[in-house]
């Protein structure tokens, strides 16, 4: 068999928009596949000729006797966003953190979620198909959360059809790093909101900044139903599939700052990923008696990749070759059933208002994974890419099995006074067991028992200024092991965090806050042992200042601006022993973000904006003798609203890291990640 260069070739997972698994497609008929045919042909067009193409359409389009529109139809986070601690809407997102990044932690992996308040767990994020938006919320917010975590929250809110809703969005362009995609969402509901559904369909090319690239295709739906005033009944469904040519991720075989390799797919050639997910749940709200109410969910998650085939290229220090190491999962799958009930009462007395709950809340979690042993591939050029042809691999090593099983009871209590003091305290006790059944191996099994709390106080000195406090004890997840690790996809032991916070808020006009807070969060943390395993190594605390602006600073002027200073400290047996440093790897003691949304009174259909993100640098091995340096990326775009044959419709226009430095990242594990150049968006929505 001839080598390979992954430059030349064509995975079906990168060409084939249609995946071969999803015989549904041909179904649907020929009208939707000349659709299909149509795309292929668009995704074809250089990017220029496309935003000109979508340029051109719009002017085309546009009816000049139509007013002016004041509000966009598209996805703008901005303006969704309350502080700067990170909102998404859609492809939009703004602010400090994100929902893989919170105050140096990993909100994915402690598994800190919250749908519209209440407790789940996912196996895979949730398509955008079904969702409104999604916020990251730390300190006093984070704690007004029922149960809440002591490293932050990402809590998802899902599409609603409001009373006599009759909408249809159809959202269509190129997103960064030429991936197409073409989206459609709506939602009905019966004039007196009774009936409802929202949600839609999402189809793309993916192409991500490695050089990979396959398909995706995912769509849900939220039906509701209204039984009584009192009552709401949701549910939800959404399937994703997706496939692409397999995951890449740098390393040094040193201690030192790779190079910057060229612009390419390291890949194997034959590296591919196969993943299918599954979200679904049903949500129900009740007040059955005056100040009496109850809130339920019911949620499970599945996703399963099968294969999931990983590139681990290790850069030399001769800034020119690498050694590749090829790791193939047969089989990774993921289940969940998690749930929550929480009964609450509520009733004044004199200025107070006070609200007592009490809640139950469950999980029980399997996860399987079935690999086979790492295989040197060798020494590529990476100026010249050339792979041998595909090594036979050794058989699997067998079935690995790691079940948990949890159960949380919680009281809590809140009340307001005088309309100036917030007051929440809850008390938790957590069941926590996992069970690990390892290839040919011993099965283990360990009980955690847990007495867990958090209490809040909002204080209310002015009427522009508040003051807040909060501290949380928690129960997290510490994640999975990376796939460079002896032990990769081996569901780590839960942890016991604790966080505290002091701050202030302070509104200077009635559309501009400032808050400004101080926190402490403590915990036992996970990274790479001297023998190559993915474990508990350590306690690391991190303690910082943030800072949060965020509204209108004119009429015409919004801004989300936010800052985040801290000192990260790793403690225990390894750092009292001198095998590793007391800075932990793969985290950056400060972060800014500076966003700014203008209107030009010349321009009224026009909006421009501006985004700017700083990381500092983070030590990329345990002694912290290297690590890749702080870097600056900014974007600018700008949105046109405009009437398309009387429909309300968006171009958005969004370059981003202009400066193209493409600089790296590096996570925990000790991994690299490197960012692409500079990338460009061009979308067209209208909605209907």
């Known amino acids: 068999m001839a080598a390979v260069t992954p430059a030349t070739r064509r995975s079906r997972r990168e060409w084939n928009f249609i995946p071969a698994g999803l015989p549904w497609f041909q179904m649907l008929g020929p009208p939707y596949v000349r659709g299909i045919g149509a795309f292929h042909l668009l995704r074809l067009l250089p990017a220029t000729t496309l935003i000109g193409a979508l340029c051109a359409l719009c002017l085309?389009?546009?009816?000049?006797?139509?007013?002016?529109?004041?509000?966009?139809?598209?996805?703008?986070?901005?303006l969704r966003a309350r502080d700067a601690f990170g909102e998404r809407v859609g492809q939009e997102q703004v602010g400090l953190y994100n929902e893989t990044q919170v105050r140096g932690f990993d909100l994915a992996t402690t598994g800190a979620y919250r749908l519209e308040g209440r407790y789940f767990l996912r196996e895979f994020a949730l398509p955008d198909a079904i969702l409104d938006g999604v916020s990251v919320k730390v300190g006093v917010n984070a704690a007004r959360q029922n149960y809440p975590s002591p490293s932050g929250v990402v809590d998802y809110r899902l599409r609603d059809a409001k009373p006599g809703a009759r909408t249809w969005n159809v959202h269509t362009g190129i997103k960064e790093s030429e991936a197409l995609f073409a989206e459609f969402n709506g939602a009905y509901a019966d004039d007196n909101g009774r009936f409802g559904i929202a949600g839609g369909a999402i189809a793309t090319r993916t192409r991500f900044s490695n050089g990979t690239g396959g398909y995706s295709v995912n769509g849900g739906i939220v039906p509701q139903w209204r039984p009584s005033d009192t009552t709401r009944?949701?549910?939800?469904?959404?399937?994703?599939?997706?496939?692409?040519?397999?995951?890449?991720?740098?390393?040094?075989?040193?201690?030192?700052?790779?190079?910057k390799p060229p612009q390419e797919n390291f890949g194997a050639p034959w590296a591919d990923v196969t993943r299918r997910s599954i979200n679904t749940g049903l949500l129900v709200d009740t007040e059955f008696a005056p100040g009496w109410s109850l809130n339920t969910i019911v949620y499970y998650a599945d996703?399963?990749?099968?294969?999931?085939?990983?590139?681990?290229?290790?850069?030399?220090?001769?800034?020119?070759?690498?050694?590749?190491?090829?790791?193939?999962?047969?089989?990774?799958?993921?289940?969940?059933?998690?749930?929550?009930?929480?009964?609450?009462?509520?009733?004044?007395?004199?200025?107070?208002?006070?609200?007592?709950?009490t809640a139950v809340r469950g999980r029980l979690s399997r996860a399987l994974s079935i690999n086979r042993a790492p295989v040197n591939i060798g020494i590529i050029d990476l100026q010249n890419p050339v792979y041998p042809p595909e090594p036979v691999l050794a058989p699997a090593l067998g079935e690995l099995n790691s079940d948990v099983d949890q159960a949380i009871l919680s009281a809590g209590y809140s009340g307001t006074y005088f309309d100036r003091a917030e007051i929440k305290l809850g008390l938790h006790h957590s069941i926590y067991t996992k069970t690990v059944s390892p290839p040919a191996g011993v099965v283990t099994s360990r009980t955690d028992r847990k007495i867990l709390y958090d209490a809040s106080l909002i204080v209310g000195v002015t009427d522009t200024t508040t003051l807040f406090a909060n501290i949380v004890r928690g129960v997290e997840e510490s994640g999975t092991a990376p796939q460079n690790a002896v032990n990769r996809f081996n569901v780590l032991p839960p942890v016991v965090a604790r966080e505290i916070e002091l701050g202030v808020r302070h509104e200077i006009t009635p559309a501009l806050a400032l808050s400004v807070s101080g926190f402490d969060t403590t915990k036992l943390t996970a990274g790479l042992t001297p023998t190559g395993v993915f474990d508990l190594v350590g306690k690391v605390r991190h303690r910082g200042v943030e800072g949060s602006l965020t509204g209108k600073v004119a009429e015409a002027t919004s801004v989300v601006v936010g800052v985040m200073a801290m000192d990260p400290t790793l403690s225990g047996a390894l750092v009292d022993a001198g095998i590793v440093s007391t800075r932990p790897v793969g985290v950056s003691s400060s972060l800014a973000f500076a966003g700014i949304d203008h209107k030009f009174a010349g321009l009224p259909s026009w909006a421009f904006d501006a985004r700017m993100t700083w990381q500092a640098g983070r030590a990329a091995d345990p002694s912290n003798t290297y690590g890749p340096k702080g870097f600056i990326m900014m974007s600018f775009g700008a949105r046109y609203n405009f009437l398309w044959d009387?429909?309300?419709?968006?171009?958005?226009?969004?370059?981003?890291?202009?400066?193209?430095?493409?600089?790296?990242?590096?996570?925990?594990?000790?991994?690299?990640?490197?960012?692409?150049p500079a990338t460009y968006r061009a979308t067209l929505r209208v909605t209907f």
């Open 646 to 676: 009387g429909q309300r419709a968006q171009l958005r226009l969004l370059t981003s890291n202009l400066f193209g430095g493409r600089p790296f990242v590096v996570g925990p594990s000790g991994l690299f990640n490197q960012f692409g």
């Open 233 to 259: 009944i949701r549910a939800i469904l959404s399937l994703e599939n997706a496939g692409y040519n397999g995951d890449v991720i740098f390393s040094t075989l040193g201690r030192y700052i790779p190079a």
């Open 303 to 357: 996703t399963l990749r099968a294969p999931s085939e990983f590139t681990n290229v290790a850069l030399r220090p001769d800034n020119r070759t690498a050694a590749v190491t090829f790791i193939r999962t047969d089989r990774a799958h993921g289940r969940s059933l998690t749930g929550e009930a929480t009964l609450q009462r509520a009733f004044g007395a004199g200025e107070a208002t006070h609200v007592l709950s």
């Open 60 to 78: 085309a389009h546009h009816t000049a006797q139509a007013q002016t529109l004041s509000a966009g139809t598209g996805d703008n986070a901005a």
